[in-house]
């Protein structure tokens, strides 16, 4: 099976843009979670999507929002980006809706805010 | 909520000799699940090891092996015959075996431990 995929890899953005990534999960696979990772910080918890509904949010401002289609692939926004906002964004995918799955990791969005 | 510390920013071991890498945890859950996780320079995180808290039975894989304390929160990796391509940065994460509310798809992890692999 194909792994986690992330896109873009890499990104540029200016403050005050927003900003979309895409996580596309292992087949079969109907949660995703995103993680926020900063030197700083280290790994903060942001969403976990399932079967298209937000089940759980971290404690992260309004301006970080997401979404899961009905495919399973989510999309995570940021609008008004704060120069704090530079991260590498993860997501995870795992099988189904109980915590005994393991989270399998996608190889991170790089996003740098100038 | 619950915490995890891992207490060594960084570790280093000589190539085919063992390391153990510390994590405790602070949590007031009786059922929960404990993972090390494996962050090399490409960012790709990697399982490593899981450990459900319900067993007293230390989780191994391969040259990989856990010391699971649950009376201590402690949950401390070993690698044995130590590779260069261990060389990453490992991560303690702890996920909550009850489902719902704020549990539901969320990885608590520790700081992190960079771990050198010498030739």
């Known amino acids: 099976k194909a792994g986690v995929t992330q896109t873009p890899r890499y990104l540029i953005k200016t403050r005050g843009q927003q900003v979309t990534l895409s996580c596309s999960p292992i087949s079969g696979h109907r949660s995703v979670s995103w993680y926020q990772q900063t030197p700083g910080q280290g790994l903060q918890f942001l969403f976990e999507y399932f079967s298209e509904t937000q089940r759980n949010k971290g404690n992260f401002p309004g301006r970080f929002s997401g979404r899961q289609f009905s495919n399973s692939r989510s999309e995570m926004n940021v609008s008004t980006l704060e120069l704090g906002d530079s991260a590498l964004y993860l997501c995870?995918?795992?099988?189904?809706?109980?915590?005994?799955?393991?989270?399998?990791f996608g190889p991170g969005t790089r996003l740098t805010v100038t | 909520a619950q915490t995890v510390t891992q207490s060594q920013p960084e570790m280093s071991v000589q190539e085919a000799e063992t390391v153990t890498l510390s994590c405790t945890y602070d949590?007031?859950?009786?059922?929960?699940?404990l993972f090390w996780y494996k962050q090399p320079p490409s960012r790709q995180m990697i399982l490593v090891i899981r450990?459900?808290?319900?067993?007293?039975q230390n989780a191994t894989e391969n040259r990989f092996s856990v010391n699971f304390q649950k009376a201590a929160k402690s949950f401390s990796l070993k690698i044995s015959d130590s590779q260069l391509g261990d060389a990453a940065m490992y991560f303690c994460?702890?996920?909550?075996?009850?489902?719902?509310?704020?549990?539901?798809?969320?990885?608590?992890f520790g700081q992190g431990t960079i771990l050198t692999v010498h030739p």
């Open positions: 949590t007031s859950e009786s059922d929960y699940y």
């Open positions: 450990q459900e808290a319900y067993k007293q």
């Open positions: 994460a702890y996920r909550s075996a009850y489902a719902g509310g704020t549990s539901y798809g969320k990885l608590t």
């Open positions: 995870a995918s795992s099988p189904g809706s109980t915590s005994s799955y393991e989270q399998y």
